[in-house]
């Protein structure tokens, strides 16, 4: 925004800063024209000495006549000089209200005009333009682990690399947090220009921010919208709002597809977002409605052939859209604060079907990283064990690699305390992720579950797979149990056997399958025990405390 002091466009405006002092102008004007003519041309004569003195009372009524014309002059000039200053003000307050006070920038209220000013501009040279979001990623850390001041210099040093990379015309902003905003012009059917453009930002954001005493690497995502098509015909799309709402769902996309990248808008995001939205209020309603429910999958030991125990796998039974898996659930409900909630309803039926079964049988349930942030949650598992009165040796929680990024610290003592009350921990979908020998070694794991897309390479020729077979040496040498995940067929399981000692579980043995199944299952086998633990003790009165939990 510039400061500029036009010309006022408001009549009002300008007969309030006239009205009083020309007001006394021109009266002393009209008075003066009156007494003036006369007297003027008396008065001179006499300083010339040419003819008689003037009537001492007009002379005055002239004098007084020049010196209300001065005054209203000055009033009048005063008057304007208040209105300009007046008028600076309050332009300077409209710039304040307009600009993002930390980076200086444009913010979210002024950005909108800007957008549709700068379309404006560029649709009267037939021009396109291209409106881009930018969030970094995972800045929420950088303010946790190193403060809200080294959150802000980077803010503040993303934005100069960011500016100094726009062409003259852009305009940028901050619109809140860590997000900010771009809008430019580009040359309609040339939208290469604003990738390459986006290219470069990507490289200048890689660049570590050095601050005084640390240095950090941030990454970004960024979503783009154009108003005109990638052939360069205009699109229908003709309004700053639109273009804003666009740009903002190619970035909800590029944070989707795993953060770091850009994407321009197309317009199957926007239905993947109405179906997301769908799903959201889908599982609100479903988990008062008790819409979830715990599948089991069985586990065998791959040398006997026993059934040694279940995994429990979370289903939705959604009314409008039918039996949903839970990669498609479990991700929004984390995303949405819910996965708590839904965990800890799943896991009580789960106790609660896995009692009835004969008492050899293990329970694996799996635990999303995002319950791993909750410093209680051992406690409260530990509670609903008891509550529950299952065994702990009869569970096992399933972590995957990404648990251990987050807080290692925390992870680690809530192992412990789980592993203290005799509950196991498997670390899953080993080898997808990046945990360290270092974490292998240092976190007291009780066992291994190898991913089924190494498992499956073991159907291939020669029925070998080395990293299943350096899975399994790594495993007999820290001394952890092995599990393997996805044994689809035969072939599969014999590879297995060769590898000796492991448990494996997959469709060779089973579709997971409900309670019901599972208990009808269980009966033919005559491993039921028929739930007589529960009659002793779900009296709600007596909930026995953690303390009372058995060790192993
Ligand atoms: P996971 O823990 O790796 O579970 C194994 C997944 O592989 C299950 O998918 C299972 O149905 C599937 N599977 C089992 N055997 C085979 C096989 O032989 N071939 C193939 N192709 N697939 C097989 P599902 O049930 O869709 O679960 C997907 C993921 O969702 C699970 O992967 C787990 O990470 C997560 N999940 C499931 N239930 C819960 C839950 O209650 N809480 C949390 N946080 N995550 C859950
Ligand atoms: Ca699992
Ligand atoms: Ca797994």
Redesign the pocket.
């Known amino acids: 925004m510039v400061l500029t002091d036009h010309e006022p466009t408001n009549p009002l405006e300008a007969a309030e800063r006239d009205i009083i002092a020309l007001g006394i102008a021109v009266a002393s004007i009209i008075m003066l024209v009156g007494t003036g003519g006369a007297v003027l041309p008396k008065t001179v004569a006499a300083l010339l000495g040419t003819g008689s003195s003037p009537d001492i009372i007009l002379v005055n009524a002239l004098l007084l006549n020049i010196a209300l014309i001065i005054f209203g002059w000055r009033r009048y000039r005063e008057l304007t000089r208040e209105i300009a200053e007046r008028r600076e003000a309050e332009a300077r307050a409209r710039l304040l209200a307009s600009i993002d006070p930390l980076t200086q920038c444009l913010n979210r209220r002024s950005m909108f005009e800007a957008t549709e000013e700068l379309r404006a501009r560029a649709a009267t040279r037939g021009e396109a333009v291209a409106y881009c979001m930018i969030d970094l990623d995972n800045f929420k850390q950088v303010n946790d682990m190193h403060g809200h001041s080294a959150g802000d210099a980077v803010l503040v040093m993303l934005c100069e690399r960011v500016k100094a990379l726009l062409p003259r015309e852009a305009q940028f902003a901050r619109l809140g947090g860590d997000e900010f905003a771009f809008v430019m012009p580009f040359q309609a059917g040339h939208a290469d220009r604003v990738d390459d453009l986006v290219i470069r930002l990507f490289e200048s954001v890689a660049q570590p921010f050095q601050l005084p005493e640390l240095s950090l690497e941030m990454t970004m995502s960024i979503g783009l919208a154009a108003d005109h098509e990638a052939d360069g015909t205009i699109g229908l799309v003709v309004d700053a709002a639109t273009l804003m709402h666009r740009a903002d769902m190619a970035l909800y996309h590029a944070k989707k597809q795993g953060r770091y990248r850009y994407f321009w808008f197309e317009p199957s995001m926007e239905s993947e977002i109405r179906f997301r939205n769908q799903i959201e209020t889908g599982i609100r309603r479903g988990l008062s409605n008790g819409e979830f429910v715990p599948f089991y999958e069985q586990q065998v030991d791959v040398d006997t052939g026993a059934l040694v125990g279940f ?1 429990m796998l979370a289903r939705w039974r959604s009314p409008q859209l039918g039996l949903i898996s839970p990669d498609i659930f479990v991700p929004i409900a984390e995303e949405i604060g819910l996965i708590n909630d839904m965990s800890e309803r799943l896991m009580e039926q789960a106790f609660a079907d896995a009692r009835e079964w004969d008492d050899s049988l293990t329970l ?1 349930i ?1 635990i999303s990283p995002v319950q791993l942030r909750d410093p209680w949650f051992a406690q409260r598992l530990l509670k609903k064990l008891v509550a529950a009165n299952f065994p702990p040796p009869r569970l096992e929680i ?1 972590i995957t690699e990404s648990c251990l990024h987050e807080n290692i610290g925390l992870v680690r003592s809530m192992i412990i305390s789980l592993r203290n009350q005799g509950v196991k921990i498997s670390l ?2 080993f080898g997808t992720g990046y945990s360290s020998l270092e974490q292998l070694r240092n976190l007291p794991f009780d066992r291994i ?1 190898i991913d089924r897309s190494f498992v499956s390479e073991l159907r291939e020729p020669g029925n070998r797979s080395r990293i299943v077979e350096a899975i399994v040496s790594l495993g007999r040498g820290l001394d952890l149990p092995l599990t393997a995940e996805g044994v689809e067929d035969e072939e599969i399981l014999k590879a297995l056997k060769r590898l000796g000692r492991l448990k494996a579980q997959g469709y060779f043995y089973g579709q997971p399958e409900d309670a019901d199944a599972v208990r009808t299952r269980l009966k033919a086998a005559g491993m039921l025990t028929g739930g007589q633990m529960t009659m002793a003790s779900t009296a709600a009165d007596e909930v026995p405390s953690i303390s009372r939990i058995a060790r192993p």
């Open positions: 995994e694996s799996n399933e899953d979908d579950k």
